[in-house]
């Protein structure tokens, strides 16, 4: 899968993924399964916020529908930037 010459990383390993798997060139995509609403987090931020052992599962959970206020039904995938697109 494909988006803007960025490609989907760590298909593989979901389930254990960490936040401190993460690097700054991923971004995390998530979409709200009530709405549809879509938003990007960078790694960044889920640094400041999380633990850097909370695995990515577990902190989607938490996650709050900035449109429909609906909580912890997210579908989610970690992209990783093509600096070279
Ligand atoms: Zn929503």
Redesign the pocket.
Same mark, same amino acid.
């Given at each position: 899968m494909e988006q803007n010459g960025n490609i989907i990383t760590f298909p593989e390993r979901r389930q254990g993924l960490k936040v401190a798997d993460l690097r700054s060139w991923h971004y995390m995509q998530v979409t =709200?399964r /009530? =709405?549809g /609403?879509t938003g990007r987090i960078y790694p960044q931020s889920l640094w400041r916020r999380c633990s850097m052992d909370a695995r990515i599962v577990d902190v989607v959970r938490q996650f709050r =529908?900035r449109? =429909?206020g609906?909580g912890g039904a997210v579908t989610w995938d970690i992209w990783h930037i093509n600096r070279n697109a």
């Open positions: =709200c /009530h =709405c /609403h =529908c449109d =429909c609906a």
